[in-house]
């Protein structure tokens, strides 16, 4: 029989660090560690432990008996409830100096490796309403506050729209505003709310697996285009052509108003056939003078002003003449590889979604770029020594793999290509300093740069230069 974690209680623990996932980090007296999810390094407080295990423990504080210099007051009233952003009352000068000493601390002790000195983190101009990507769930039984519990009033509305509790699948907290999407964000999702409650329309119960309205998903453009998916479980033409007419009298600035009929079990829509309603199918981003048609299932940067930053960076770490032959792996849609294309001989991009390429090869048709060419498949399978004999010995290499990183037969391929350069666009520094270990018998790492690309979160880009040892 599992024994249950007594809760330990520490007074007075300074918190030093802030550390993976977003937690803050104290000692205990015994000296191990306590991660906290509600402090803020600088502060001194009272801390109940959640979870003990055998070199550290998990808890809150309860008590504030100093708070940091560091702190500010969070903007968004959901604060502390919604798991989006757990970094608010950190103020932004902060958040990038914590971002800056993971990706150090990452590259030092996981890489282990020769390293120059790392340039500043790259601060997003904008710290709220960056995002051109959100999601949000119905639900017919939301998240109460413990004020609704403790006041036992009775609760007539239990509908919900907006975001997960952090470990709750069944539970969505009602936003009533929410500061990572500019408006119209905002104003569509409560107007999407209002009139469904108020026309009898039905909010999802992923227990029941009942109720017509399951997810709605919103995406801007900097061209001015709006997309809006609302995912319906149940097909009735009555009740879905109610709501998605309203939207189109009310919000005549959607340019593409979609939606699913999805009975699954889960919310993926990359299954799923989606069906225009009004406006068209896709909308247009753009980037220095080209322009990528996104559609519903389409993978594009959520932050598109820091994109940019941080595909320039990239293209400058290339350092492409126009005689070079670059292969752009993990390509995605294509982004990276037409935005250096102008700069090389020729670009190939390899990526394992088959939609993705084809979104790739559209878009680089609609850019008239002839020197670009696309290719689907398992990374660690497509890119083998038979693939570079077909399209040649690559002078450059861009990646910018998934979190985990590169696989292990992608590397040691990497080292057999050797190619001159090697650009290395990642969003887990510490996968990223595993696999610059694994590349070091090979190359010197020539220049580092952090890019924030989510502010008020503690997730951080990191690109990095890698040059063939002499």
């Given at each position: 029989m599992r024994r249950k974690n007594k809760r330990r209680t520490f007074e007075h623990v300074e918190v030093v660090d802030a550390g993976a996932k977003g937690k803050s980090v104290g000692k205990a007296p015994d000296g191990r560690v306590i991660f906290l999810s509600n402090a803020v390094p600088g502060d001194v407080v009272d801390v109940m432990t959640t979870k003990k295990r055998k070199a550290y423990f998990e808890g809150i504080a309860t008590h504030f008996h100093t708070l940091s210099e560091k702190r500010t007051t969070p903007q968004c009233e959901h604060f502390g409830v919604c798991g989006g952003?757990?970094?608010q009352h950190m103020a932004y000068e902060h958040q990038l100096h914590f971002k800056q000493k993971e990706v150090e601390n990452n590259l030092?002790?996981?890489?282990?490796?020769?390293?120059?000195?790392?340039?500043p983190i790259l601060g997003s101009k904008k710290q709220y309403f960056y995002r051109n990507k959100m999601e949000f769930s119905f639900s017919d039984s939301r998240w109460l506050t413990q004020e609704e519990i403790d006041s036992m009033t009775p609760i007539e509305d239990k509908n919900a729209l907006g975001f997960h509790i952090p470990g709750m699948w069944d539970k969505i907290l009602d936003v009533k505003?929410?500061?990572?999407?500019?408006?119209?964000?905002?104003?569509?999702?409560?107007?999407?709310?209002?009139?469904?409650i108020e026309n009898g329309l039905s909010f999802f119960n992923p227990r029941t697996q009942k109720g017509l309205l399951r997810t709605m998903m919103l995406r801007t453009s900097s061209t001015g285009e709006i997309m809006l998916l609302i995912q319906f479980r149940d097909d009735d033409k009555e009740k879905r052509e109610l709501l998605l007419n309203h939207l189109v009298q009310k919000f005549p600035e959607i340019t593409a108003l979609l939606y699913v009929i999805n009975q699954k079990q889960n919310d993926t829509i990359y299954d799923q056939k989606v069906i225009c309603f009004a406006g068209s199918d896709h909308i247009f981003e753009e980037m220095e003078g080209l322009r990528f048609k996104i559609n519903?299932?389409?993978?594009y940067q959520t932050n598109s002003e820091q994109a940019f930053e941080?595909?320039?960076?990239?293209?400058?770490?290339?350092?492409?003449?126009?005689?070079e032959l670059v292969y752009d792996l993990y390509t995605g849609t294509g982004t990276i590889a037409q935005?250096?294309?102008?700069?090389?001989?020729?670009?190939?991009?390899v990526e394992s979604v088959p939609e993705a390429i084809e979104d790739a090869k559209t878009n680089a048709k609609n850019n008239t770029i002839s020197n670009v060419d696309f290719y689907v498949g398992d990374m660690k399978n497509v890119f083998n020594q038979e693939f570079i004999d077909e399209h040649g010995l690559p002078d450059v290499v861009i990646t910018d793999p998934p979190r985990d990183g590169m696989h292990k037969m992608v590397v040691e391929q990497l080292l057999l290509a050797a190619p001159r350069k090697i650009v290395y666009v990642s969003c887990n520094s510490a996968t990223q300093a595993r696999d610059l270990a694994l590349l070091d018998e090979k190359y010197k790492v020539i220049r580092v740069q952090p890019v924030d690309m989510f502010p008020q979160t503690h997730h951080v880009e990191n690109v990095v230069l890698l040059e063939k040892r002499v």
């Open positions: 952003c757990k970094w030092k002790r996981i890489g282990n490796i020769e390293l120059p000195q790392i340039t505003k929410c500061h990572l999407q500019a408006d119209p964000s905002n104003a569509i999702r409560l107007e999407i709310r209002n009139f469904a519903a299932k389409s993978f941080l595909y320039k960076i990239t293209r400058d770490f290339a350092g492409l003449t126009g005689n935005f250096v294309s102008k700069n090389a001989k020729k670009v190939v991009g």
